[in-house]
């Protein structure tokens, strides 16, 4: 356990279904990231929050939204997703102060099927 | 933006043999992570690791930031070492991590 928990762990879902993901942390952090892992491909940075503000867009497409309500829950949600786009998606969470260890800490995933 | 490389890609061994693996970057950093990813996906934590050497029970690593790699030994290994390690870099005035592509790793009993 790393503090760190995603629902649902496995999600099949049709190109016009609306899903979402959720992710919520129990470390105190300040800081949640979505990641992409893709077969046979590094881990790409989706998004990042920091004080529930939203600091960084990799060049996400709008099918993705995210969501950050608060420091200890994020949401990923989807919309009119292609094949392409299942792979597992991993919450992270960390602290952010200037000068402090940025340590991420890793929930156990999404993995998630595009029909 | 930062390049991030991992050597060997593939490795195969015995229980009970040891390893190093290496991690090379192409700009300062003040962040550096190594992970474990069993085989279900969840990422583990092993180091965080910006500059000197940690060690934790057989694992132990070492970064020289000035010569811009970092090394992951693993002494005596196990079939439940198997699995893909990743480092994972940060750059300061940047919010993420870049990771590199990964050692995939099987520990054969």
């Known amino acids: 356990e790393t503090g760190v928990t995603q629902t649902p762990r496995h999600l099949v879902m049709g190109m016009t279904n609306k899903k979402s993901l959720k992710c919520e942390q129990h470390?105190?952090?300040?800081?949640m990231y979505w990641y992409k892992q893709s077969a046979k491909k590094p881990l790409e940075l989706m998004f990042v929050?920091?004080?529930?503000?939203?600091?960084e867009n990799n060049s996400v497409p709008s099918r993705f939204s995210p969501e950050c309500p608060n420091s200890s829950h994020l949401f990923l949600h989807l919309h009119t997703l292609q094949p392409e786009d299942s792979a597992l998606y991993l919450c992270?969470?960390?602290?952010?102060?200037?000068?402090?260890?940025?340590?991420?800490?890793f929930g156990p995933g999404t993995r998630l099927t595009v029909l | 933006g930062i390049q991030v490389e991992q050597s060997p890609p593939d490795l195969i061994l015995q229980e009970g043999a040891n390893s190093t693996l290496r991690c090379n970057f192409s700009?300062?950093?003040?962040?550096l992570q190594w992970f474990h990813q069993n085989p279900w996906g969840q990422l583990i934590n092993l180091f965080y690791?910006?500059?000197g050497t940690k060690q934790n029970g057989r694992l132990s690593a070492t970064t020289v930031a000035t010569e811009r790699y970092s090394l992951l030994y693993i002494s005596s290994s196990q079939t439940t070492d198997s699995g893909v390690y990743f480092c994972?870099?940060?750059?300061?005035?940047?919010?993420?991590?870049?990771f590199g592509t990964g050692t995939r790793l099987k520990v054969l009993a």
């Open positions: 992270a969470s960390s602290v952010r102060l200037a000068g402090s260890p940025n340590e991420q800490f």
């Open positions: 470390l105190g952090h300040n800081a």
């Open positions: 929050y920091s004080l529930e503000e939203r600091v």
């Open positions: 700009d300062s950093v003040n962040n």
């Open positions: 690791i910006p500059s």
């Open positions: 994972a870099v940060m750059t300061s005035g940047t919010y993420k991590y870049i």
